[in-house]
T-cell receptor, first 115, second 111 residues
Framework: AQKVTQAQTEISVVEKEDVTLDCVYE???????LFWYKQPPSGELVFLIR??????QNEISGRYSWNFQKSTSSFNFTITASQVVDSAVYFC????????????FGTGTSLTVIP | SQTIHQWPATLVQPVGSPLSLECTVE??????LYWYRQAAGRGLQLLFY??????ISSEVPQNLSASRPQDRQFILSSKKLLLSDSGFYLC??????????FGQGTRLTVV
């Protein structure tokens, strides 16, 4: 079964619009970690954020914000006032305390910001 | 500073030829290292990870192998490439249980 689901395959928005990327995860562990990564056209993944399962506080970093809700097993990522440089593929990932070195990735959401 | 290097960036190889992709890290010791493959339109699939010299864990049975000859070196190999080995390969390094750094990736095309 897919542990991380990113249902949105592709999203296009016009510059300055807000956009939310969805991520739903599945785990039986009580301790786990959630991540978001950005993959620009160059291909190299860039780490954006890590969230621990015991910390449900939402986080904001500039134009980026993350909404972690254990009740719905979701860890959504919102970009406010999108810019062309935000165009990339975004991956959500999960690791579980019980499996340590396993990082489960979603299939990614390709975001295109149109100028 | 902490950096990760992966090469080559692109590779076109004939079916049946060998493969060697190299990944090295700087600025740390005893890192946890990973090889991932990304097929078009799909997420990252973990191939191998290593927690130390000579210690390799394989996650998916395949035509590939990995080796950790030195603390900061991780190599992905194949004796005979298949068409299905084509893809984008990424080396990664975890820090404090986070996949923190990734190599630039290698786009492998098997023809």
């Amino acid at each position: 079964a897919q542990k991380v689901t990113q249902a949105q395959t592709e999203i296009s928005v016009v510059e300055k619009e807000d956009v939310t990327l969805d991520c739903v995860y599945e785990t039986r562990d009580t301790t786990y970690y959630l991540f978001w990564y950005k993959q620009p056209p160059s291909g190299e993944l860039v780490f954006l954020i890590r969230r621990n399962s015991f910390d449900e506080q939402n986080e904001i970093s500039g134009r980026y914000s993350w909404n972690f809700q254990k009740s719905t097993s979701s860890f959504n990522f919102t970009i406010t006032a999108s810019q062309v440089v935000d165009s990339a593929v975004y991956f959500c990932a999960l690791s579980e305390a019980s499996t340590g070195n396993q990082f489960y990735f979603g299939t990614g959401t390709s975001l295109t910001v149109i100028p | 500073s902490q950096t990760i290097h992966q090469w080559p960036a692109t590779l076109v190889q004939p079916v049946g030829s060998p493969l060697s992709l190299e990944c090295t890290v700087e600025g740390t010791s005893n890192p946890n290292l990973y090889w991932y493959r990304q097929a078009a339109g799909r997420g990252l699939q973990l191939l191998f990870y290593s927690v130390g010299i000579g210690q390799i864990s394989s996650e998916v049975p395949q035509n590939l192998s990995a080796s950790r000859p030195q603390d900061r070196q991780f190599i992905l190999s194949s004796k005979k490439l298949l068409l299905s080995d084509s893809g984008f390969y990424l080396c990664a390094w975890s820090v404090l249980s986070t996949l923190r750094f990734f190599g630039q990736g290698t786009r492998l095309t098997v023809v």
